[in-house]
């Protein structure tokens, strides 16, 4: 006799419990949901990524792409990409280092600083709201966790 019970829909789908106790499961789907979350609530147009090379050039500019890259945690050719967009964008200006026509250094253009203070304020209303249901403390403790985390997978990442 045939089953005539239609096929679960997506949203009624449960993960088997093997990728639930996976750590690498839980990490991507919480930067799935950060994601969705940051265009909803931070800037439609401005990328995460973008949005780090924007504020590390703010706190440094002149620095070189390449030094840039790991400050912001992207390997060179994404920060090279990432950094061509928002010259394109008119955001930022990208200058030939005088001694090495290779290294480019960056700076934020008139637009981009005004693009980050825009994106800055919302980006940490987002921050805020996702460690919203931890007291303060828990927010310290929950945060130097994640670093810790996050450093041990890239040393790891470094190691392979």
Do not use: C, I
Not at 22 to 38: N, S, T
Request: hydrophobic share 40%; proline share 6%.
């Amino acid at each position: 006799m045939a089953d005539n019970t239609p096929p679960a829909t997506r949203s009624e789908s449960v993960p088997p419990a093997a990728l639930t106790a996976a750590p690498g499961y839980q990490v991507r789907r919480l930067y799935q949901a950060y994601l969705a979350v940051w265009l909803h609530t931070v800037d439609a147009t401005l990328t995460g990524p973008q949005f780090a090379v924007l504020t590390a050039v703010d706190a440094d500019p002149g620095q070189d792409q390449s030094s840039m890259a790991s400050a912001v945690a992207l390997d060179t050719s994404t920060m090279a990409d990432v950094a061509r967009r928002l010259e394109r964008r008119g955001l930022l200006e990208r200058r030939t280092a005088a001694a090495d026509g290779r290294r480019k250094l960056l700076y934020l253009t008139e637009l981009g600083a005004r693009t980050l203070r825009e994106a800055h304020h919302r980006a940490r209303e987002l921050d805020e709201s996702l460690l919203a249901p931890y007291p303060p403390a828990r927010r310290t403790e929950l945060l130097a966790e994640l670093t810790a985390l996050a450093d041990h997978w890239v040393q790891l990442a470094d190691e392979s």
